[in-house]
């Protein structure tokens, strides 16, 4: 057994690590290096979803209920998609807004109300007080069963300086106090927060692993065996889909689960607030399902375990996951599965209490001291300074009262009861935000009484039950309703049977709560401003970045009156900063002028929001300047104007983007021409230099000739030389023109039918004498029948020559001439020699014009250097191709003739008659 | 008696101007590469190199830098094709003492290589 110094130590000292973990991410994000703006840490924040409820309610409702556990579940992930379409809306609005909570929000959407941002907040601070106690209530269990095991003295009873979770709350309210408070800004990222909770969120995941593998694999023998065991005790119905279990029931779950998911304050402000790009929602929203996805695998098996192993019915099953490894004894994983629940509970603690003390302070105190002129007159100087000490008090008191509301109410309620309850009371939020967010007509008044009726449901259906079981109401109020009129008995409502009692109150808080909301919107006016923030926050992706010229305001400040104003919330140095930002981005200089445009209003009091709540702020705002009233037709007018402004922007940003495309093109047309340029005087200034070759040797021996008086050998060799060399300039014009032609497509080839053994014989026996003169063996292998091919001779023959005679040059001992017919229509003609062969490098540049002039690398062998050149551009032009390689032992040069079907067969016959 | 060493890859210009320094009372060797070049400079050491550039392994201007640098005393007449600006600046920068381009009068080739040998 664990001794008691022993957990409470590892309990410190987990908190301790948090600090730890906390202040040093809150360092390196001082110096610029920060941890938590990444989408997985995000992911594994938005788990603070996952509370002491998950880690020990699911299973103990798993053992009772069954699947239906996975409702809680199966919302959030079936929602997650919708992210992108509400959650980046929200996000989006949320940050051009200055928004810091849920209450702050709906309040902004409406006209910036203060009712109506009071009264979400009241609403939220009961609906997730219960939620907190129980958090507390799971901790302190949790330490009792590890201390006493199977028989839990009664927390509860110990009075609360002796109660260990009364120091640990206290402990939590200054780790969020420090932690949660740093700045005035309640839009402020808290880096240290966050990456604690994303600490906890990976940290009871692995403990909740930990103990499922435990209990599956090392108790029991697998998933299989687990269930074969409970299906021999008649546990079937726990993990098979029943027809009974209703899916009326799964369906209201699921979507409780939803709107949780998305409005619940902590989710809001893990998801909204913390928020830093709303890129990483594109991971977040398969990374969060996942994670959900693993934290589940192990529900059913440790229920089913626990019901198999503690089958007397003594222990409670929300305490199985710590029972069991309690009762094999094995301490050190029971201590990691304690910590494990200690980090849900903590983690959703500290975030949810920060989104409410926002609110409290923002949403409630603020605006209550703001309201009231004796008041304002004596705080609003003072209100700078105060604010973040209103957020702190909040902090301690919300923890201090949910520490009283667990010993007095939650001890007597299983979790997961206490956190439905909560879901349920979130939810009266939604129909406001999501019509908010897509329906311009939605009203403020329609939205005030459509929460207030729902609550109103929720807390005659939910809450006061509990208080009944509490003992506090008499029992006959559930037995006969209320004054004794059973249709509104509080567990079925209008004699509605035969739903959970959560179902049967979210169906009749929620009906009545959006029949409210779409009735009086409907018939209710809008006021001027409300209209402006119900345009901005539907059309968001419209407005975003003119958000201040959208948001239409009349009337004149004095800017000192303003800058003050600031400087009392946001201190001399963050203000210099502000007003700096705002002149550089909008281009006026400040210092120039006295009174503030309506834009740069608008600037503070977004700043403004963003600390105090939208509503004190306009109130705040409102004193400093002279405002005036506007019209309906005025505001429609001056958002117009914004949004044809945007369009045009777009207009111009389109036609730069055309223009930029088109000189793109040009400069590319222009670069090819350049190179073309380019390879054409390249081109010209080989030509010339291969022809001075020629004529500088005749000019040499012309001069010879002409000047002295030499023996008639000598006077006939260097004529001699003079005619040869005068060929070989003749030659080279002749294939420079020739190639020219081929280059630039003018060249008409002369196409007859012609033998094609006969041509290849005709060319080979031009080249006898050369082969004889230098000593070369030649071989000549021809392998098909008669055959007629459609072609230019004169160039066929040119090419095989071509061939031959570069073979000559190269060849030390023989030269081959092949041709045969290959089966795809073509005969392949090829010329072998045994020279040393064209190096590799070289092989893709060989066809080039000139390409030995160029690369001098061997011994120059005499040409003019476009023979293969224009080889190449006369087989091309009948449609075949040409190639060189190595094969065995022998350069190989290939070229392909295409052979026309019809003349082929025409040739058999033609060889018939014969 | 004074050498000259010619060095071009072409059969008929050497032949010609190999006749003709011959003619005028030269000792003339020939070399139809810079390979070939460096071999017949290391090995005679002629006072007067007459090269073309464009030449198979070792171009000409390669074959000057290595006589500038080791051979101080012998002249340089580079005989080429090329003829565009930039190339006779850089025949002259590596160190050539004249640069003429093909094709050339032999009387005025033969003249100059008088002047150059006094």
């Known amino acids: 057994m664990l001794s008691k110094g022993l957990i409470i130590a590892f309990t410190f000292g987990y908190l301790a690590l948090l600090f730890a973990i906390a202040f040093f991410s809150e360092q390196s994000a001082k110096k610029g290096k920060s941890y938590a703006s990444n989408p997985y840490i995000y992911a594994l924040s938005l788990a603070v979803y996952c509370t002491a409820w998950t880690y020990y309610g699911s299973v103990g409702r798993a053992a009772t209920n069954g699947l239906e556990f996975l409702t809680i579940y199966i919302g959030p992930s079936l929602v997650a998609p919708l992210w992108w379409i509400i959650m980046r809306k929200i996000i989006r609005i949320s940050k051009v807004q200055g928004i810091s909570s849920i209450a702050d929000f709906i309040s902004s959407r409406y006209g910036k109300n203060i009712t109506l941002g009071g009264v979400v907040t009241l609403f939220c601070f009961l609906g997730i007080l219960p939620y907190i106690s129980i958090q507390i209530k799971a901790v302190a269990t949790s330490f009792d069963i590890l201390q006493y095991a199977e028989s839990p003295v009664q927390a509860l009873n110990i009075p609360f300086y002796q109660d260990t979770a009364f120091y640990l709350a206290i402990g939590l309210a200054f780790f969020t106090v420090l932690f949660g408070t740093r700045d005035a800004e309640a839009t402020a990222q808290h880096e240290g927060m966050v990456m604690a909770v994303a600490f906890e969120s990976l940290f009871k995941l692995l403990a909740f692993i930990a103990v499922g593998v435990f209990v599956t694999y090392f108790v029991y023998d697998g998933f299989k065996d687990i269930f074969e065991q409970a299906s021999l005790r008649n546990l079937d119905h726990l993990f098979v889909l029943q027809g009974d279990q209703g899916p009326t029931e799964w369906f209201w779950m699921s979507v409780l689960s939803m709107m949780a998911v998305l409005f619940l304050p902590r989710q809001f402000q893990m998801a909204v607030v913390e928020n830093s790009n709303e890129k990483h929602l594109d991971k977040a929203m398969w990374l969060f399902p996942l994670y959900l996805l693993l934290i589940n695998i192990f529900v059913i098996p440790i229920a089913l375990g626990g019901l198999v192993h503690f089958s007397d019915g003594n222990v409670d099953a929300d305490t199985f996951v710590l029972a069991l490894p309690i009762a094999y004894e094995k301490n050190w994983l029971t201590l990691l599965v304690y910590l494990g629940g200690f980090s849900a509970a903590t983690s959703m603690i500290i975030v949810s209490t920060i989104a409410l003390s926002n609110m409290i302070s923002n949403n409630l105190i603020i605006p209550i001291l703001l309201v009231n002129e004796k008041l304002k007159s004596k705080f609003q100087n003072e209100l700078g300074g105060r604010v973040i000490w209103i957020r702190r008090a909040s902090i301690f008191v919300i923890i201090l009262l949910a520490y009283v509301y667990y010993k007095e109410?939650?001890?007597?309620?299983?979790?997961?009861?206490?956190?439905?309850?909560?879901?349920?009371?979130?939810?009266?939020?939604?129909?406001?935000?999501?019509?908010?967010?897509?329906?311009?007509?939605?009203?403020?008044?329609?939205?005030?009484?459509?929460?207030?009726?729902?609550?109103?449901?929720?807390?005659?259906?939910?809450?006061?039950?509990?208080?009944?079981?509490?003992?506090?109401?008499?029992?006959?109020?559930?037995?006969?309703?209320?004054?004794?009129?059973?249709?509104?008995?509080?567990?079925?409502?209008?004699?509605?049977?035969g739903m959970s009692y959560v179902t049967h109150s979210l169906y009749f808080s929620l009906s009545i709560n959006i029949l409210l909301y779409v009735i009086i919107s409907l018939f209710s006016e809008q006021s001027s401003k409300e209209h402006n923030q119900a345009l901005v926050f539907v059309d968001i992706f419209k407005y975003s970045t003119t958000l201040d010229s959208s948001i239409v305001w009349k009337g004149q400040a004095y800017l000192p009156d303003l800058r003050a104003l600031l400087k009392n919330f946001l201190g001399e140095e963050k203000t210099s900063l502000a007003f700096a930002q705002y002149a550089d981005k909008s281009g006026k200089a400040l210092d120039k002028i006295r009174f503030a445009d309506p834009e740069l209003v608008n600037y503070c009091e977004r700043i403004l929001s963003g600390i105090i709540g939208s509503a004190s702020a306009r109130i705040m705002v409102g004193s400093v300047v002279k405002e005036e009233e506007i019209s309906m037709e005025e505001v429609l007018g001056i958002l117009r104007e914004t949004q044809e402004l945007k369009s045009l922007n777009l207009q111009l940003k389109q036609k730069s983007k055309e223009l930029k495309k088109a000189s793109d093109k040009l400069q590319e047309m222009n670069e090819t021409l350049r190179l073309n340029d380019m390879l054409k005087d390249d081109f010209i200034s080989t030509v010339t230099h291969e022809m001075k070759t020629p004529i500088t040797s005749i000019r040499a021996f012309s001069e010879i000739l002409l000047d002295e008086d030499l023996p008639d050998a000598d006077k006939k060799k260097f004529l001699h030389i003079i005619i040869e060399e005068t060929n070989r300039m003749t030659r080279l014009?002749?294939?420079?023109?020739?190639?020219?032609?081929?280059?630039?497509?003018?060249?008409?080839?002369?196409?007859?039918?012609?033998?094609?053994?006969?041509?290849?014989?005709?060319?080979?026996?031009?080249?006898?004498?050369?082969?004889?003169?230098?000593?070369?063996?030649?071989?000549?292998?021809?392998?098909?029948?008669?055959?007629?091919?459609?072609?230019?001779?004169?160039?066929?023959?040119?090419?095989?020559?071509?061939?031959?005679?570069?073979?000559?040059?190269?060849?030390?001992?023989?030269?081959?001439?092949?041709?045969?017919?290959?089966?795809?229509?073509?005969?392949?003609?090829?010329?072998?020699?045994?020279?040393?062969?064209?190096?590799?490098?070289?092989?893709?540049?060989?066809?080039?014009?000139?390409?030995?002039?160029?690369?001098?690398?061997?011994?120059?062998?005499?040409?003019?250097?476009?023979?293969?050149?224009?080889?190449?551009?006369?087989?091309?032009?009948?449609?075949?191709?040409?190639?060189?390689?190595?094969?065995?032992?022998?350069?190989?040069?290939?070229?392909?003739?295409?052979?026309?079907?019809?003349?082929?067969?025409?040739?058999?016959?033609?060889?018939?008659?014969? | 008696m004074n050498k000259i060493l010619i060095v071009d890859d072409e059969p008929n210009i050497l032949l010609s101007l190999e006749f003709l320094f011959k003619k005028e009372g030269y000792k003339v060797f020939i070399a139809r590469d810079g390979e070939e070049a460096l071999g017949i400079i290391e090995e005679m050491d002629p006072e007067l190199v007459i090269l073309d550039v464009m030449m198979p392994k070792v171009d000409g201007y390669e074959v000057c830098r290595h006589l500038k640098s080791r051979h101080l005393a012998t002249k340089v007449i580079f005989l080429t094709a090329k003829s565009k600006q930039q190339e006779v600046q850089k025949g002259l920068n590596l160190g050539a003492d004249l640069y003429l381009t093909k094709p050339f009068s032999t009387k005025d080739l033969v003249q100059k290589v008088k002047i150059l040998m006094n």
């Open chain 1, 409 to 497: 109410v939650s001890g007597q309620f299983s979790l997961v009861s206490i956190g439905l309850i909560s879901f349920v009371a979130i939810a009266q939020f939604t129909p406001s935000i999501i019509g908010g967010i897509f329906w311009k007509t939605g009203s403020r008044l329609g939205a005030l009484w459509g929460i207030i009726a729902g609550f109103g449901i929720w807390f005659y259906t939910l809450v006061v039950p509990t208080i009944i079981t509490a003992g506090y109401l008499p029992e006959s109020l559930m037995t006969e309703g209320l004054f004794g009129i059973s249709a509104i008995k509080p567990y079925s409502l209008l004699g509605m049977e």
């Open chain 1, 733 to 914: 014009i002749d294939q420079v023109l020739d190639l020219e032609r081929f280059d630039s497509g003018r060249q008409k080839l002369s196409m007859d039918r012609a033998d094609a053994k006969i041509l290849i014989l005709q060319a080979a026996e031009s080249m006898l004498q050369v082969f004889k003169e230098k000593g070369l063996k030649f071989d000549i292998q021809l392998d098909f029948e008669d055959l007629e091919i459609s072609m230019d001779e004169d160039r066929i023959k040119q090419v095989i020559l071509n061939l031959l005679s570069n073979a000559s040059k190269f060849a030390k001992t023989k030269v081959v001439l092949e041709a045969k017919y290959e089966k795809e229509n073509q005969l392949l003609i090829r010329v072998l020699d045994d020279g040393k062969g064209v190096p590799k490098e070289e092989i893709p540049y060989i066809f080039d014009k000139f390409f030995q002039a160029k690369n001098q690398t061997s011994k120059k062998p005499i040409g003019s250097g476009l023979g293969l050149a224009i080889s190449k551009k006369i087989v091309e032009y009948h449609g075949g191709s040409i190639h060189v390689f190595r094969k065995a032992g022998m350069t190989c040069f290939e070229f392909t003739l295409p052979v026309q079907e019809e003349l082929k067969k025409k040739s058999k016959l033609s060889n018939q008659y014969e």
